[in-house]
């Protein structure tokens, strides 16, 4: 069992890594996804969530025990940004648990 203190920033890395997306600007638990025209800051994450404002789209990765304060964090501040999380179990699962609106 994976603590769920430890943002799942590997887990992040594979997921996006498996969908097609060139992983690079690695920071610790934050990194860029391009992929064609979309870039994507993805950050993993438990209960810290550093919003800086921006206008790229934003991915939060987190534990699925923490999907819905991240959410509740998230959706009480204004932001620039569309963005996105992703919760991942303890096996590596994971499931899209909010998509930014589509255009």
């Known amino acids: ?53 921006g206008d790229r789209m934003r991915c939060f990765v987190t534990w699925d025990d923490h999907v819905d304060r991240l959410e509740r964090a998230l959706d009480a501040e204004d932001h620039a940004y569309e963005w996105a999380v992703i919760g991942v179990s303890d096996d590596g699962e994971y499931q899209v648990a909010r998509a930014p609106p589509t255009h």
């Not at 920033?9 to 996804?33: C, K, S």
């Open 1 to 53: 069992m994976v603590p769920s203190a430890t943002p799942p920033a590997d887990e992040a890395r594979e997921i996006f890594t498996d969908l097609g997306y060139e992983v690079t600007a690695t920071d610790g638990n934050a990194f860029r996804a391009e992929r064609a025209w979309k870039q994507v800051d993805v950050l993993a994450v438990t209960d810290d969530v550093a919003t800086a404002d």
